[in-house]
């Protein structure tokens, strides 16, 4: 069995995997937010993937680079779209260019768990804006992690060529505002009847609203949105686990 600590062996099962996420929806709730705040011509995406929100943004005309610190993951996603794409992080990611909007999307900004590559994280996210451009991420709520703890998950999905169960182990340190997922990931391809297995853990924080409010505010960031994840106009509580966040620089 491989075992991984990061996204590179896992990029190979990744679209798999999310198959059935509507990335047409999100991209849509984010042009809400466009209309909304400022509408972007240039946008950097942090944390990429492989490509699948950026292929729709491009066919919308925007100019975006994708940035991710997976290989693979960026591999995959120059398939997708003819954009350019930068492998590395936001902590020291140096782009001679600002843009109108940066995006983290799918929790991206819960896999920098400390206090100091956090503040790192978004002084060079707001370096690399125009002013008055905007940081939209979207990470786990700490209010609805602690109350409702996370739980051990399986995931089944198949295409043509290959079957994937995914089972998620979560460990909770909620004094650190972090959860261990061990993922154990089996694969059979169909077409070779090879069977192949792996383990990888994702370190993911989870953020309370205030907290938040206070990382933006010190790298110089104005709140301009918190709020449920595709729901510009919902109110966060206890119950929303996942949180969009919309800051101005």
């Known amino acids: 069995m491989r075992v991984d600590k990061s996204f590179d ?4 099962y990744y679209d798999i995997l999310y198959k059935d996420k509507d990335y047409e929806k999100e991209v849509d709730f984010l042009e809400d937010i466009f209309r909304t705040f400022h ?15 950026t292929q729709i943004l491009q066919r919308k005309g925007y100019d975006i680079i994708g940035l991710d610190v997976s290989e693979n993951m960026i591999r995959m996603a120059k398939k997708k779209c003819n954009c350019d794409f930068l492998v590395g992080n936001a902590l020291n990611v140096s782009i001679d260019s600002k843009f109108d909007t940066c995006i983290a999307m799918f929790a991206v900004m819960g896999y920098i768990t400390k206090n100091s590559d956090i503040s790192q994280a978004l002084k060079n996210i707001h370096k690399h804006l125009e002013p008055n451009g905007l940081f939209i991420f979207d990470v786990w709520n700490g209010l ?23 089972i998620a182990y979560p460990v909770l340190n909620a004094f650190d505002h972090i959860c261990e997922v061990n993922y154990k990931l089996y694969a059979l391809d169909k077409t070779k009847q090879t069977f192949d297995e792996f383990e990888e853990t994702h370190i993911v924080r989870f953020y309370f609203p205030q907290e938040i409010k206070l990382f933006l505010e010190e790298a110089r960031f104005k709140v301009l949105k918190i709020c449920p994840f595709l729901d510009l106009n919902g109110s966060v509580d206890e119950n929303v686990w996942n949180i969009t966040v919309v800051g101005r620089s």
């Open 9 to 12: 062996y896992f990029a190979k």
């Open 39 to 53: 509408n972007p011509k240039r946008i950097l995406e942090v944390g990429c993937g492989t490509g699948n929100y």
């Open 144 to 166: 609805a992690v602690l109350r409702t703890l996370p739980e051990l998950r399986v995931k089944e999905v198949e295409n043509e060529a290959v079957k994937v169960v995914r």
